[in-house]
């Protein structure tokens, strides 16, 4: 499935992800905790746009595995890893086994993965905190429904408009944008490390605006040397 024109997974660990009933997405986790998800492909044929992974309280693992959707370019709508909610404390009152609560991931580990036909490979919220976020492919054939959609998006502001998450590390992805806006989208988080990425594939249907884009005071980011095919930094 990891290779460069593949949209039909085959052979190997399948797991066919057609469930679209209630809740937030498809696999959730809300509790204290860690969970890791290894060496299988995560496959929805079915259409659908819940996203396929959610987690608030959770700490997660996930490497080596593949996740395909069903639609492509500027018509994906479907998220991959979410992490944290959009609640903030106390103002919106959330519990610790509440989807809407803010993020608990510390030390959330995502490397070597391969994403294609999908909107954003992780889509984290309020107080995720320290995450690595590397080695990771998003192919040719995702893209974003979303006016100014990026591949991997860090939306960490509070409420009162205060930053409420920091230290992310962005290493040595592969993002293909023919249909994002942005490749990262950092609102609201400070003290990130965005290094040695790779951009390819230039705009074709989406209006591309930039590699990288920070927003709301999104400050004191470190970014050594960043590979890209076409586009502007920043």
Request: proline share 4%; net charge negative; no cysteine.
């Amino acid at each position: 499935v990891r290779s460069g024109q593949s949209h039909t997974p085959s052979g190997g660990t399948i797991l066919l992800m057609t469930y679209a009933g209630a809740g937030v997405a498809k696999i959730e986790s809300y509790g204290l905790g860690i969970i890791e998800l290894d060496h299988m492909t995560f496959w929805d044929a079915s259409g659908d746009s819940k996203p396929f992974f959610y987690v608030t309280g959770t700490d997660v693992n996930i490497h080596d595995t593949a996740w395909v959707g069903s639609k492509q370019g500027v018509v994906s709508d479907q998220d991959v890893i979410m992490l944290g909610g959009p609640g903030t404390f106390p103002a919106s009152g959330w519990t610790v086994n509440d989807p809407s609560a803010p993020g608990q991931n510390y030390q959330s580990t995502i490397y070597n993965n391969w994403f294609n036909q999908i909107r954003r490979a992780l889509f984290a919220q309020h107080w995720t905190t320290s995450v690595e976020f590397s080695a990771n492919a998003i192919m040719h054939s995702s893209g974003s429904n979303l006016a100014g959609g990026a591949a991997v998006e860090i939306n960490n502001t509070n409420l009162d408009g205060s930053m409420a998450g920091a230290s992310f590390h962005l290493s040595n992805n592969r993002i293909e944008m023919p249909s994002y806006a942005y490749g990262y989208k950092l609102i609201g988080t400070v003290g990130n490390t965005i290094e040695g990425s790779d951009f390819e594939d230039g705009p074709n249907g989406a209006s591309q605006l930039a590699l990288v884009r920070f927003e709301n005071a999104a400050d004191n980011l470190f970014i050594s040397p960043i590979l890209f095919g076409q586009g502007t930094l920043i």
